[in-house]
């Protein structure tokens, strides 16, 4: 466990209820950006609590906030430099010879094969610091500007539609304006679990003062469940409906014709290419899937709504056409002059914790630093700002491109910080090939073990994490906030932005990278910002410049710009686009294609995404019980008709497969998914499963104008998989799997959970790899097909469970779990475990309430007894729902299915 450090001076507080001195810091999770107390808890962890003063979640947590505390843990952890000679293992080497051979192998590729043979690759997860200084090591020191960002993958269309329409990439709005907004659109976005804190807010909005909701999204997701008005648009197709849209607008007399005429260019030929793509609402409905009353009264609520803020995330920017669905939204606010006023604007929901930072810096390999571009003269002015002597003149490579041209041997030399590109881009198995080929691959990492890192990197630093690392992150509303550190470097890890410091030191730049601190990384990029900017850029932190350490330690959540005193919080009200006539621009969307049709051969779509409690590839959230008992296991959701027709059934398992990679995963019916459709999540890798490793099977055709790929849109096909042997093996150690076919690993509440599928009966594969351990029990049927194993430790604790049987579902563990719970039992009772039965009588199936541990079987058999019981009879009796929140949207679905009929 890591030892604690001091807090910082100026930013104790005292947490109310312990007493101690609680560290005033930022979640690491999801853009929302909330702010969080960490309270050291005397033995090496922390307690965590929201932040009540912090403007974005005034003291509320979601479920991954609040489980913080259950990842702090070191055993994952890479906590030493370490790199292998030729083919040989990964050995420990110091700091100072592992950034030697870094700027070594730098150097080299780039005499050799010129600065475009090297790239960086990073990550929304870094700090505005660390982010800065890379790309300024790469753009201005190593003359290439191959750095891109997982970004790419995240929020690439926004920015693109934000500078075709705006010149900038400007979020115009801010969250107040969805307390304030009378319609909330969320399209593409599932609120209720990828931003919770923020769809509270929205819910609260609509508790005070009625605030409609409108969701659009191809399947009914937790948050479409909690709308007004629901449509599940046909994939790709949502610039039909904002098209339809304008075109209604203009028919009704609904425009801002004023705003238009003073601050717009481009209407009428947008609002004709509009008209071709949806002349009225029959065509328009019919084009994008819905049912054309649905699409009206969408219409009629936007058209009569002044106060409206639109909300868009992955549904929209992960597309081969996201840039013109953002512009296609984008065009509706400025048409209506519903931009940059209270409770008004298009409002892209951003995914990382500093998505917004690493696009302030230029880490996009078609920005520079400080939202300046590659014109000739943002170059020269940057090039004079850093003194650099080799400043990159023209735009690198965009992520799938970048890594195109890695597997072409083009690139030869890569470092990776802060993601896990073997999992997370598409066509991941080519991707790991690329990464393998590699000349020279560092990767800088808190884990000592993903899938990036199996790829035979040739060295490894290991980087400071959430409550060690020190830094700034900006939230979706350009909100900077503090993270600050609270416990002390484990190992020698170190930041990010020191390692590179370092190498750039080493290059022969030790005057550009002379700094000592983040606070001084963090004055030369707020600097920047102000460097010769006169208001012709938005993004403008000349009032941060002169912080010094200790008010830089202190500073209090701030939005940009900040340039001096009685600064706006909104942009554009009254236009000052930042285009060179300071007009927006309505863009035209193009008719919206998928990239790819299906065929007789991938008859279904697959649509990709997240859960609600886990957090990407599950470095970190998979570390916490809490978080491990919601969706324990990679699924398939299939509809409930296309999964008859194939033979599939509930919780079997099945095959998904593309043109590029396959996996198998169990299948979840729902009734909310569309026909022809199949959506699975993104968390599994092969750090966690054996095949549920999504990122293989995306194809990731790419926008045009952004570079992002498409995410949502492959043609599958879809198989039953026989797998008639199904079990687990519970164990109180993280172990190697099973020599199971298949398997999963979960984190539960005592115990690592390995969840096994096979086509052999257990005999033939589990009993010899048990092995016979003294004091174990075991119930060997082999005419059944079942064996259940269980050994205990010299206490008498529980050690290990396995049961495998023959079933056509997941077994239930929730009887074999309950032994974890306990230290000791009865020797003589140890038998009793292989009942399967729960001593306690146990719950199976998800765990809906993380913080109370509150699973769907008890939460179905109180309302089944209680059924006028509500929210708060469930909340009163069982506690599930009463903590964060996150969960509501779930239990209200489940009060929703077992209301008795009105009649
Ligand atoms: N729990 C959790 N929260 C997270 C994260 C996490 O890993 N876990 N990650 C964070 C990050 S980095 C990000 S980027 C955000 C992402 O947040 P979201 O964008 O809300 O999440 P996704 O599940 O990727 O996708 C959102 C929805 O887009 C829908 N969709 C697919 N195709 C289309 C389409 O053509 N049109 C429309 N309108 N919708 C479509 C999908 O069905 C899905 O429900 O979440 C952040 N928050
Ligand atoms: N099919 C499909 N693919 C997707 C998506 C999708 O919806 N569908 N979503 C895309 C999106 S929006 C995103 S954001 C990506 C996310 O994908 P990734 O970025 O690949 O996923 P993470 O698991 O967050 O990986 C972060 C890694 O960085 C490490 N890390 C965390 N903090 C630090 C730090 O401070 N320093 C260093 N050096 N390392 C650190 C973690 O241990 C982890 O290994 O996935 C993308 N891929
Ligand atoms: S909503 Fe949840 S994950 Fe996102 S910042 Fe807030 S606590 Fe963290
Ligand atoms: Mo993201």
Partial sequence: MNAPVPPPLGEVVAAASSGRPAVRTTCPYCGVGCGVLATLDGQGGALIAGDPEHPANFGRLCSKGSALGETLGLETRLLHPMAREGDGPLLRIGWGTALDRIASAFRDTIDRHGPDSVALYLSGQLLTEDYYAANKLAKGFLGTANVDTNSRLCMASSVAGHRRAFGSDTVPGCYEDLDEADLVVLVGSNAAWCHPVLFRRIEAARARRGTRVVVIDPRRTATGDEADLFLPVRAGMDSIVFSGLLVRLAEHGALDDAYIAAHTSGFEATLAAARELAPDVATAARAAGVEAEALEEFYRLFERTERVVTCYSQGVNQSAQGTDKVNAIINCHLATGRIGRPGMGPFSLTGQPN??????????????????????????????????????????????????????????????????PAVSLPRADGVREALRGLDFLAVSDNVAANDTLGCRPHLVLPALAWGEKDGTVTNSERRISRQRAFLSPPGEAKADWWAIAQVGKRLGHAAAFK?????????????????????????????????????????????????????????????????????????????????????????????????????????????????????????????????????????????????????????????????????????????????????????????????????????????????????????????????????????????????????????????????????????DDAGAGRYRFADFDEAGRIRLVAFVERSDRRLDWSGALSWFADEERDIARRGQVLSGRAESGGACGPVICACHGVAQDSIEAFIAGNPAAGLAGIGAALKAGTNCGSCIPELRRLLARTEPALG
């Fill in 355 to 420: 998505a917004m930072g690493g696009r302030e810096v230029g880490g996009l390999a078609n920005q520079l630093a400080a939202h300046m571009d590659f014109s000739p003269g943002s170059v020269d002015r940057v090039g004079r700002f850093w003194q650099a002597p080799h400043m990159a003149t023209r735009e690198g490579l965009k992520a799938v491109a970048l890594f195109d041209a890695i597997a072409a041997g083009k690139v030869k030399a890569l470092w990776v910080m802060g993601t896990n």
């Fill in 515 to 779: 700094w000592r601190s983040a606070a001084e990384v963090f004055r030369e990029h707020a600097a920047l910002s102000a460097f010769e900017n006169g208001g012709t850029r938005d993004f403008d932190l000349s009032g941060l410049a002169g912080l010094d350490d200790a008010a830089f330690d202190a500073l209090a959540p701030v939005q940009w710009p900040v340039r001096g005193a009685g600064e706006s919080k909104r942009f554009f009200a009254e236009g000052g686009f930042y285009t060179s006539d300071r007009k927006a621009c309505f863009v035209p969307p193009r008719r919206p294609e998928l990239a790819r049709a299906t065929s007789e051969a991938y008859p279904f779509l697959l649509n990709t995404g997240r859960i609600r409690d886990q957090w990407h590839t599950m470095t970190r959230s998979g570390l916490s019980p809490r978080l491990g008992a919601h969706l324990p296991v990679p699924f398939a959701e299939i509809n409930a008709e296309d999964a008859a027709r194939l033979g599939i059934t509930d919780g079997a398992m099945v095959r998904v497969a593309s043109a590029h990679g396959a996996l198998a995963v169990e299948a979840r019916l729902a009734a909310g998914q569309p026909r022809g459709t199949v959506f699975v999540p993104i968390h599994w890798s092969e750090a966690t499963s054996s095949c549920g490793r999504l990122g293989a099977l995306v194809a990731g055709d790419t926008d045009p104008a952004s570079g992002q790929p498409e995410a949502k849109a492959t043609p599958v096909t879809l198989v039953p998989v026989e797998m008639p042997f199904r079990g687990f093996v519970l164990s109180r150690q993280a172990m190697t799997p099973p020599p199971a076919q298949w398997w999963a690993r979960a984190t539960l509440d005592g115990a690592i959970a390995y969840i096994l599928a096979d086509d052999r009966p257990p005999q033939d594969w589990l009993h010899a790899w048990l092995g016979d351990e003294t004091g174990a029990v075991r119930l």
